[in-house]
């Protein structure tokens, strides 16, 4: 069996609209050990971001300009040979169905549950990620 990787070679991008959110967001990854990747405030930027890093996990907001979190998630799923792990975090409640068919392996609410966050981060951290296709 193949060893865990250290929080520090977990590779995150945080994208999100909300200038604070995201550095909350950057400053909770790194307090726990993740490696910030990048950060991007809109969903275009988001897009090239996700491609030229090629991070272990993508924490997306939805309502973002140029490119929503929803379509960001069918793009990153539709370009990428080996996309990250995608993470919606939003504050609109939408049906679980609608994260699934955008392509997201996971969704929080805001205020994100950050003990789950950690937890789920820290569990498909290990050197091969589950497929997500």
């Not at 990747?37 to 491609?51: E, F, Q, S, T």
């Not at 069918?74 to 919606?88: C, D, G, H």
């Amino acid at each position: 069996m193949t060893a865990q990787m250290g929080h520090g070679e977990v590779r995150v991008v945080v994208i999100d609209d909300d200038y604070y959110a995201n550095a909350a967001m950057s400053r909770l990854l790194e307090s726990a050990g993740f490696q910030v990747a990048g950060r991007a405030y809109d969903g275009l930027a988001g897009l090239a971001l996700i491609k030229t890093t090629q991070p272990d996990f993508a924490i997306l907001d939805i309502e973002m300009p140029a490119l929503d979190g929803l379509e960001l998630a069918r793009q990153v799923r539709k370009e990428m040979e080996s996309p990250p792990f995608l993470i919606a975090i939003t504050g609109i409640a939408k049906h679980d169905s609608v994260f699934e068919a955008a392509g997201f392996d996971a969704h929080f609410g805001k205020p994100v549950d950050w003990p789950k966050l950690e937890s789920l981060l820290a569990s498909h951290s290990g050197p091969v990620l589950p497929s997500r296709n």
